[in-house]
């Protein structure tokens, strides 16, 4: 089972969407910081971004970051 984290602030998700999405591929989903805030790292304002199992993963679209998940 992949242990993923995303930023409720930063990482671009719709929080109902990824919730649903993880449990559907049966992953692990937290939420806080994952340490590149918009603000410090204002190239990630259009990505998506989290850790999957203590990687960083930045994705240009939220399906490209899903199939990650998997």
């Known amino acids: ?3 993923v984290k995303v930023c409720k602030h930063c990482s671009n998700f719709d929080v109902n969407e990824i919730k649903a999405y993880s449990e559907d591929v049966n992953c692990k989903l937290k ?3 994952v340490g590149k805030c918009q603000r410090k790292c204002p ?3 259009d990505k ?4 999957i199992d203590n990687e960083l993963l930045i994705c240009s679209s939220k ?3 899903f199939n990650q998940m998997k």
């Open 43 to 45: 190239e990630l304002s």
């Open 31 to 33: 939420f806080g910081c």
């Open 48 to 51: 998506y971004f989290g850790l």
């Open 63 to 65: 399906e490209d970051f």
């Open 1 to 3: 089972m992949k242990k």
